[in-house]
């Protein structure tokens, strides 16, 4: 008895600590966000792990938050790059109902976490009707820079008609050629192993 009671007191602590760590980056994480004068730096944002990630794509995916905070952080997610967050970014992008201005800072974010791989996503929004979004279009594929983003750029330089944006493109296209950014291969999560409680046999209770 007395060491099923020491089990259930442990499993205890260890829900109350997880909870209790959670609610803290929560805090950080909405902290960061509310900065007004000066912007967190990519060490800020990276110091608070995946936990930190997981709360910015909550974020930036929670409809009832305001559109200044979820574009925040769909900006700071530039920092974490995992399937989570290119699965959101995507998402986003291919979302009618998303405002602009978050698109925009999906855009942005989706080319610095996938580079190269990015291209499809980035590609339909050079023909946006918002001549914003194809500029943001622009700014993510001259961030790319490579052969592949150049190819696009130079497409549509063909038969864009607004005389901004076509300059915009010419800027972009002056830059020097990158190369594609070689990620290092993420490790596939391992699957943690359920552990259910079971209530104790006859043979314990004594």
């Known amino acids: 008895m007395k060491r099923v009671f020491t089990a259930l007191i442990l499993v205890l602590g260890l829900v109350v600590t997880s ?5 803290n980056t929560s805090k950080k994480v909405a902290t960061l966000l509310s900065g007004v004068e000066s912007e967190p730096t990519e060490a800020q944002w990276k110091a608070l792990g995946a936990e930190g990630a997981a709360e910015l794509i909550k974020v930036a995916g929670d409809a009832n938050q ?9 900006s700071a997610l530039q920092h974490f790059r995992s399937p989570q967050t290119s699965e959101l970014l995507r998402g986003i992008l291919k979302d009618e109902e998303i405002p602009n201005l978050l698109k925009r800072k999906a855009l942005h974010s989706l080319a610095k976490t996938e580079n190269n791989k990015a291209l499809d996503a980035i590609e339909p929004a050079l023909a946006d009707d918002s001549s914003r979004m194809r500029e943001a279009a622009i700014k993510a594929l001259a961030d790319i820079g490579t052969e592949d983003a150049r190819k696009l750029m130079k497409l549509r330089l063909g038969v864009e ?5 076509r300059e915009r493109l010419r800027t972009a296209l002056a830059a020097p050629v990158k190369e594609p950014v070689q990620f290092e291969e993420q490790a596939k999560p391992t699957e943690a192993k359920e552990e259910v409680a079971t209530s104790p046999s006859s043979a314990e209770i004594k």
């Open 19 to 23: 909870t209790a760590l959670a609610q």
């Open 66 to 74: 305001t559109v200044i905070k979820r574009g925040r952080a769909l």
């Open 161 to 165: 008609k607004s005389d901004y944006i």
